[in-house]
Nanobody
Framework: HVQLVESGGGSVQAGESLRLSCVPS????????MGWFRQAPGKGREGVAA???????RCDDSATGRFTISKDNALNTLYLEMNNLRLEDTAMYYC????????????????????WGQGTQVTVS
């Protein structure tokens, strides 16, 4: 089993930046892909970006150009650098991980992850 703990959320003004972090623990050797998802008030959870052990990345169109996903293997930490934040980026952001290999087309799908963190809130005003 894998536990995920997110941090780095907060309240910022539009145009500002935040960096989210996610630290996995437990059976981390089984994890080969991690991702960030978000859920805005009254909406479903949606994929933002994902990265696998080979460093291959997939980003949602909403994140391209503003958000950067990265993983520090030495620190075993997943990051999401968010720049030029907009009001519509307000959401709870969740870290997810999986040990299951799936085609790239699945990487932003909730169904392709079995481990989830509790989330960190990002509020843009």
């Amino acid at each position: 089993h894998v536990q995920l703990v997110e941090s780095g959320g907060g309240s910022v003004q539009a145009g500002e930046s935040l960096r989210l972090s996610c630290v996995p623990s437990g059976d981390t050797s089984s994890v080969h892909r991690m991702g960030w998802f978000r859920q805005a008030p009254g909406k479903g959870r949606e994929g933002v970006a994902a990265i696998n052990d080979d460093g291959i990345i997939r980003c949602d169109d909403s994140a391209t150009g503003r958000f950067t996903i990265s993983k520090d293997n030495a620190l075993n930490t997943l990051y999401l650098e968010m720049n030029n934040l907009r009001l519509e980026d307000t959401a709870m952001y969740y870290c997810a991980a999986t040990g299951t290999y799936r085609h790239l087309s699945w990487w932003l799908s909730l169904a392709s992850y079995e481990y989830w963190g509790q989330g960190t809130q990002v509020t843009v005003s």
